[in-house]
C-alpha cells in the first residue's frame, strides 16, 4: 500500500518558517517525480514546486525564492522549506506522487499577521 504522510504544518507569525515533510512508503521512491500543492479557503488547489528523481527543481511564481523543495532518497522524504512567510501563504499543503493520483493527506499551514 502506497502512503504519503505530511507533517511539520502550524501556525507561525508572517515572516517566520517552517519545514514540511513527506513520507513516502510502499513505492520505490528513489525514482518518483515529487511535488508540493496547495489549497486556500474557497480557492483551487495549486502547484507550488516539483522535484524530479534527480532532484531537478521547479516553483510556482508566487514562491519569490522564499521556498525550497529537497528530497532524502535514504529517508524517502520531500521537504518544502518556507521562509519568509505571508499570510497569503495560509493554505492546506499536499505532497504529491507527480503525474499520478497519490496524495497525502495535508498539513494545515496557518500564518498570521
Known amino acids: 500500500q502506497v502512503q504519503l504522510v505530511e507533517s511539520g504544518g502550524g501556525s507561525v507569525q508572517a515572516g517566520g518558517s517552517l519545514r514540511l515533510s513527506c513520507v513516502v512508503s510502499?513505492?520505490?521512491?528513489?525514482?518518483?517525480?515529487m511535488g508540493w500543492h496547495r489549497q486556500a479557503p474557497g480557492k483551487e488547489r495549486e502547484l507550488v514546486a516539483t522535484i524530479t528523481y534527480d532532484a531537478r527543481t521547479n516553483y510556482a511564481d508566487f514562491v519569490k525564492g522564499r521556498f525550497t523543495i529537497s528530497r532524502d532518497k535514504d529517508k524517502r522524504t520531500v521537504y518544502l522549506q518556507m521562509n519568509s512567510l505571508e499570510p497569503e501563504n495560509t493554505a492546506v499543503y499536499y505532497c504529491q506522487n507527480e503525474g499520478t493520483d497519490r496524495w497525502g493527506q495535508g498539513t494545515q499551514v496557518t500564518v498570521s499577521s
Open positions: 510502499g513505492i520505490n521512491f528513489r525514482v518518483l517525480p
